[in-house]
């Protein structure tokens, strides 16, 4: 089961950490992506993070603000988001790649777990 967390309501210009965890599973063996999808939008990547130590993936109109990151000890996948801004608004995913994947990409075949999501809504 994968969950995210961290979610919830924070004013333009702030900063929110997304937290992605799972039992049964130990993240750093897997590629892990965050997603997002706005209300009447397509789902879109936001970055993806390499198994076992590699590297992180951002989308080609990724602005800087968000970063991905690994605690192993803690089995978690972190999304780090700066400077949120009112377009940021969205249900944030969490998803696991398949076991075959090294090199992460933001393909939704490539993942075989998905979390429920996290809402997070940037507003004053």
């Known amino acids: 089961q994968v969950v995210e967390s961290g979610g919830g309501l924070v004013q333009p210009g702030g900063s929110l950490r997304l937290s992605c965890s799972a039992s049964a599973l130990t993240l750093d063996y897997y590629a892990v992506g965050w997603f997002r999808q706005a209300p009447g939008k397509e789902r879109e990547g936001v970055g993806c993070i390499n198994r076992q130590g590699g590297g992180t993936r951002y989308p080609d109109n990724d602005t800087g603000r968000f970063t991905l990151s690994r605690d192993n000890a803690d089995n978690t996948v972190y999304l780090q988001m700066n400077s949120l801004q009112p377009e940021d608004t969205a249900v944030y995913y969490c998803?696991?790649?398949?076991?075959?994947?090294?090199?992460?990409?933001?393909?939704?075949?490539?993942?075989?777990?998905w979390g429920q999501g996290t809402q997070v809504t940037v507003s004053s």
């Open positions: 998803a696991v790649g398949k076991h075959w994947v090294r090199m992460c990409a933001f393909g939704a075949t490539e993942y075989e777990y």
